[in-house]
């Protein structure tokens, strides 16, 4: 019986021990991942120049609390190193912003004086 009962315990410990394995993540592990990714976000933010309020618009799922610390972080780095902010490739914050509320693709309208020559035919 107590090998019986050793041996199921043995089992048991065994299985537990393997469920991060499975792709079972605890809530630690979870909440880690979400500052971290906050954290970058407003990291990424303060180096493209983005305002943290443009930042919050665009990033709404991320944690605000993450992507201010990333934000602030990455601003003493900046001033610390004399780095200047990289210019957004994409568009103005404001731009990509309410795009994204409309949910409409960023590029994919033409500007509105091409759309009106084009139908014209001129």
Known sequence: ??????????????????CDMLG??????????????????GGACRHAGRAIEDCYALNRKADRAAVFA?????NDYMRENKIDAVAPQVGTATETA???????????????GEAKSATHGS
Not at 24 to 41: N, P, Y
Request: aromatic fraction near 2%; proline fraction near 5%; charged fraction near 25%.
């Open 70 to 74: 990333g934000w602030r972080e990455m």
């Open 1 to 18: 019986m107590t090998l019986l009962r050793n041996t199921l315990l043995l089992a048991a410990a065994l299985l537990v021990s393997g």
């Open 98 to 112: 309410a795009k994204a509320a409309r949910h409409e693709p960023a590029d994919t309208a033409p500007p509105a």
């Open 24 to 41: 079972i993540e605890s809530a630690q592990a979870l909440a880690e991942r979400r500052e971290a990714d906050g954290k970058a976000v």
